[in-house]
């Protein structure tokens, strides 16, 4: 059974930094096309934050985390991280980790959530000004 676990969300103050992790059971990532992250705001929809092609490591970005976020994986511990610096108040959120079996070359797929197949049970990130 495939399992997504992440970890190292919490309560940061603006421009501090944060490392999510994402630790794969069952499935080791390499195996999939593709693995995310999104993020979901209260009262918002959930949104595309960053993505991973396995093979290849090219990495994508929302516009509104580019500069600022890096996603990075590590075949060893099968773990896909979220480093986050500079945060601000909006990036406020439950982040989830994803991952998908589709092969997706365009951003319009990359960042549909609704291409992804396994999903994690999210971890808070506050941040506080």
């Known amino acids: 059974q495939v399992q997504l676990v992440e970890s190292g969300g919490g309560l940061v103050q603006t421009g501090g930094s944060l490392r999510l992790s994402c630790a794969a059971s069952?499935?080791?990532?390499?195996?999939?096309?593709?693995v995310g992250w999104f993020r979901q705001a209260p009262g918002k929809e959930r949104e595309f934050v960053a993505a991973?092609?396995?093979?290849?490591?090219?990495?994508y970005y929302a516009d509104s985390v580019k500069g600022r976020f890096t996603i990075s994986g590590d075949n060893p511990k099968n773990t896909v991280y979220l480093q986050m610096n500079s945060l601000k108040a909006e990036d406020t959120a439950v982040y989830y980790c994803?991952?998908?079996?589709?092969?997706?070359?365009?951003?319009?797929?990359?960042?549909?959530?609704?291409?992804?197949?396994?999903w994690g049970q999210g971890t808070q990130v506050t941040v506080s000004s």
């Open positions: 994803a991952a998908s079996s589709s092969s997706m070359q365009t951003m319009s797929r990359i960042s549909n959530k609704y291409r992804y197949d396994y």
């Open positions: 069952g499935r080791t990532f390499s195996t999939y096309s593709m």
């Open positions: 991973i092609r396995w093979s290849g490591s090219i990495t």
